[in-house]
């Protein structure tokens, strides 16, 4: 299904958009300088082309960014030199040019607004001979893991001998189309190219074939797109805040979903943390109360497979160490029947008072004795009977719950308790998947439910989920390690494959619904 919509789109665009001198496979970007074609000399696919010089006249000012950097000549049989004369761009060589040979001069953002700054890439064609190579190959660029388009990477093709460029152009609306080809077989790749450079980079978005390379014998488009993936930028931490009595909130560089912690210390002895996927963020908590004015964090993190131990540092603001003990509900205020409410208390946890704990059913004001509390580290866990139903008003009384560091302050909430009828039940077959996966269940564009899924031959059966349209993406967990993996170009390896589905699945109260979702939808 997803290379029928690809060819579609870019029949579509190249229908529309098809525009002589351009590289882009789209219009150029209305803010950038735009060459007056009809009045540069020699005229773009020009033949029998026995000169030196390239006179092209822009619609606006503009100023050169790097023009030895940024222009090619492929073959690159010549070095071309750029002069600038008001709104006229004048380019030369003095190299003797092969005969009978089509050339291509590459301004990749040579050109440039003086106010904006949005630059142009244009492809200059002639050839020394009677005739131009004609051929021209055209491919869609996505981003790997959303299967969005995606513009303003370069697209080059090289020589898989020499690695020489032998082609390039840039994405437009995920559409790169690259003109004037020899026939022959060419390494390929995408790329953000942030340096100009013209190279795939280490800390560069890429992208490639399955097999990295290209045979180009007739015009053609590729209805296969390239899947682009951006690196894992080097993940560093910084203590953001400190919350009392015992814990501090970590900032990530990047996503913390894929490279996170492995343990933690606090001044020297081992602590607990936890993460929030949805903020971005890792809380440390440590075993003991805060008696310096500095405290180190030492954290264990991994990035790209790498363990990295870093020591942070954290200096107390005034009476920073004397706050309140707080409690926070981590659950949400509708509780589906069975589920269990999650308190964090932000330090170890020691134990309660009965006593100063208070669950009532607002209705009829009746108190509920029967319920269940667990600690783990510095949660507090409480279960009640799946028969209470309605407003259930909790109120922890000051001192309700000890730690190490002093008794928590008082804290009320009411939740709603729902029966079994107020939700739906979801039967998901997932047969056409053979190896493990994560499932998403999204709400909109947030991700309500992530399950790791080792064998997916088993209908899974979702239940207790609350009413509303979702969607659905499925990351083909090539290694079972329950995250989504780039690719690697070194290796020529893919990102694993990741399977959206769109179209929305209604889940109703006290209803059962069964779906299926097949990967060859989305091959």
Same mark, same amino acid.
């Given at each position: ?18 525009? $002589? ?36 006249? !822009? ?66 064609? !002639? ?67 942030? *340096? ?9 978005? $890429?992208? !490639? ?53 492995? *343990? ?111 600690? *783990? ?147």
């Amino acid at each position: 299904m997803a290379g029928k919509y690809y060819v579609i789109l870019l029949l579509a665009l190249l229908s529309s958009c098809a525009q $002589v001198g351009s590289i882009t496979g789209g219009p150029e970007d209305e803010f950038a300088p735009k060459p007056m074609e009809e009045l540069m000399e020699p005229q773009n696919a020009t033949t029998n082309y026995t000169g030196n010089t390239f006179v092209i006249p !822009f619609d606006e000012y503009f100023q050169l960014n790097n023009p030895a950097q940024t222009i090619r000549m492929v073959p690159p049989h010549a070095t071309v030199i750029a002069e600038m004369k008001r709104k006229t761009l004048y380019l030369s060589w003095e190299d003797t040019l092969e005969a009978n040979t089509t050339y291509a001069i590459y301004l990749n953002g040579t050109v440039k607004d003086l106010n904006q700054g949005n630059d142009t890439t244009l492809q200059l064609v !002639f050839s020394t001979g009677a005739v131009l190579d004609t051929t021209s190959y055209t491919v869609g660029v996505v981003d790997a893991f959303t299967g969005e388009p995606i513009s303003d990477l370069t697209v080059a093709l090289f020589d898989p001998e020499s690695n020489r460029l032998k082609s390039l152009a840039r994405s437009d609306r995920g559409v790169a189309k690259l003109n004037y080809l020899t026939p022959g077989n060419y390494t390929i790749r995408a790329f953000e190219d942030k *340096n100009l450079d013209l190279e795939p980079q280490d800390d560069e978005r $890429v992208g !490639f074939t399955e097999s990295g390379t290209i045979t180009v014998d007739t015009n053609y488009f590729d209805s296969i797109p390239i899947r682009t993936y951006a690196p894992f930028p080097n993940q560093r931490y910084k203590v953001k805040s400190f919350i009392p009595p015992a814990t501090f909130e970590l900032e990530a560089t990047a996503d913390i979903r894929y490279y996170g912690l492995k *343990n933690a210390k606090v001044n020297e002895k081992e602590a607990s943390f936890l993460s929030d996927e949805k903020k971005g963020t890792y809380y440390v908590v440590s075993p003991d109360t805060m008696g310096e004015n500095i405290t180190e964090v030492e954290i264990t993190h991994i990035t790209d497979s790498t363990d990295v131990i870093d020591t942070l540092s954290y200096r107390f603001r005034n009476k920073e160490r004397e706050g309140p003990i707080v409690m926070k509900s981590l659950h949400e205020t509708v509780i589906a029947p069975g589920d269990t409410l999650k308190y964090e208390l932000y330090g170890q946890v020691s134990g309660w008072q009965d006593t100063l704990i208070e669950l009532m059913q607002t209705e009829d004001s009746m108190i509920i004795t029967s319920y269940d509390i667990l600690l *783990n580290d510095h949660q507090l866990f409480l279960k009640m009977d799946e028969s209470v139903k309605g407003k259930v008003q909790l109120t922890f009384k000051k001192g309700a719950i000890q730690t190490p560091f002093g008794n928590s302050k008082a804290f009320k909430e009411t939740v709603s308790m729902n029966s079994e009828d107020d939700y739906g039940v979801l039967n998901i077959n997932l047969s056409g998947y053979t190896s493990p996966i994560v499932l998403e269940m999204l709400k909109g564009s947030s991700i309500d439910k992530k399950m790791i899924i080792e064998d997916p031959t088993q209908v899974l059966k979702l239940e207790l989920l609350k009413p509303g349209s979702y969607t659905f993406r499925v990351i083909r967990d090539d290694n079972g390690n329950g995250l989504w993996d780039i690719g690697n170009l070194e290796t020529l390896t893919q990102p694993e494959r990741v399977d959206s589905y769109s179209k929305e699945v209604k889940v109703r109260a006290n209803w059962e619904v069964e779906i299926t979702l097949n990967p060859s939808e989305n091959e």
